[in-house]
Nanobody, 119 residues
Framework: QAQLVASGGGLVQPGGSLRLSCAAS????????MGWYRQAPGKQRDLVAT???????DYADSVKGRFTISRDNAKNTLYLQMNSLKPEDTAVYFC?????????????WGQGTQVTVSS
């Protein structure tokens, strides 16, 4: 199984920026898709953005043009650059990885990192 550790959250003012990171470790052979999801209090967990091993990206409409997802395949690390942050972006952000280890297919989640956008 793979382990994911997310970091980079914090408190930022509206209009500010943050960069989230998510490092995957374990006996990983390959990671096909990595993604960021977020969950606000009392709401379901929603997709923010995904990226394939080939670099194909997909974004929720609410973050298009403001957030950029990227990954370093050599380091098995995922990033989310968040610009022009809004109060409605406040949530716990989770990373997810879908790939293969020597033992077979895995789907793993990170522990979540809090992002708070407030003046």
């Amino acid at each position: 199984q793979a382990q994911l550790v997310a970091s980079g959250g914090g408190l930022v003012q509206p209009g500010g920026s943050l960069r989230l990171s998510c490092a995957a470790s374990g006996s990983i052979s390959s990671i096909d898709v990595m993604g960021w999801y977020r969950q606000a209090p009392g709401k379901q967990r929603d997709l923010v953005a995904t990226i394939t091993s080939g670099g194909t990206t997909d974004y929720a409409d609410s973050v298009k043009g403001r957030f950029t997802i990227s990954r370093d395949n050599a380091k098995n690390t995922l990033y989310l650059q968040m610009n022009s942050l809004k109060p409605e972006d406040t949530a716990v952000y989770f990373c997810k990885a879908d790939g293969r280890t020597l033992l077979g297919h895995f789907v793993s989640w990170g522990q979540g990192t809090q992002v708070t956008v407030s003046s």
